[in-house]
């Protein structure tokens, strides 16, 4: 299938808690230090701190910090609930709808100052963000490859091979995975590692567990540079994930 190039990718995870923004802001971070200009999106958020300003979540003001092309705070994150629910909850509760085309509009205002913009998913692949759309149905409409952070723990495989089912169903386009160590307890993590690896591809890039400073951890530019150019070129596919 040929897609038009990507103007970024869009990050997913096998859960929430995995990683997406660790990995997401490091991605951004490596990106940026390739003098490319990235800016950051998180277009639904639920989990929120009221300020003058407004509510702001955690998650947007981590990829604003770490993007060098600077935007308003709503154009980086159109949607903000207060609650830290499941976002068509809290959207419900709040008396809001998630408009799909409000958060392509957003999207075009970031990729037109931009090279590359790094959007960070809420949840999963298939976290609802309205009665019929989810955060698969996002993706879609921003046209982004996806890089999948695959959260290094036990069941992981389970999870993992059921997101790449769901974006293959989804026809979506994939730019690689990304394995994120986030439990140094794990048993044979090395052999996870290589039955995601054959049963998936490659991974672009396996993140080690830090136990200080995890906001910190670095990407090697090499595997961020590749992300995108495979997000870029038009023959991303989802059939090698699975
Ligand atoms: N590689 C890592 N090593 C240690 N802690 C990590 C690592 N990756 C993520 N974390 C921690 O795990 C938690 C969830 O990460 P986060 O990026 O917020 O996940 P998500 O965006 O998928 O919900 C955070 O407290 C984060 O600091
Ligand atoms: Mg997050």
Redesign the pocket.
């Known amino acids: 299938m040929t897609r038009p190039a990507a103007r970024g990718v869009f990050v997913t995870?096998t859960d929430?808690?995995?990683?997406?923004?660790?990995v997401a802001a490091a991605l951004i971070r490596a990106l940026a230090r390739q003098g490319l200009r990235v800016a950051g999106m998180k277009p639904v958020a639920a989990g929120a701190s009221a300020t003058p300003s407004g509510l702001r979540n955690a998650?947007a003001l981590a990829l604003m910090q770490a993007a060098n092309v600077r935007a308003p705070y709503d154009t980086v994150n159109p949607y903000c609930f207060a609650a830290p629910i499941a976002p068509h909850i809290a959207a419900r509760d709040a008396r809001s709808a998630v408009d799909i085309d409000l958060i392509r509009r957003r999207f075009a205002e970031l990729a037109s100052d931009a090279d590359c913009v790094v959007v960070?998913g809420a949840g999963g692949w298939l976290t609802p963000v309205s009665e019929h759309a989810s955060m698969a149905d996002v993706a879609a409409a921003l046209a982004l490859p996806v890089v999948l952070?695959v959260g290094l723990r036990l069941g992981c495989l389970n999870h993992a091979r059921l997101t790449a089912r769901a974006l293959c169903a989804h026809g979506a386009g994939v730019a690689g995975w990304i394995g994120?160590?986030?439990d140094p307890a794990f048993e044979r993590a090395a052999d996870n590692i290589a039955e995601l690896e054959s049963r998936l591809q490659r991974a672009a890039a396996i993140?080690?567990?830090?136990s200080h400073a995890?906001?910190a951890?670095e990407l090697p530019p090499a595997a961020a540079l590749h992300l995108v150019a495979r997000a870029a070129s038009s023959v991303t596919q989802t059939h090698c994930l699975l």
């Open positions: 995870g929430t808690g995995v990683g997406k923004t660790v998650d960070e952070v994120n160590s986030i993140v080690p567990y830090a995890p906001e951890l």
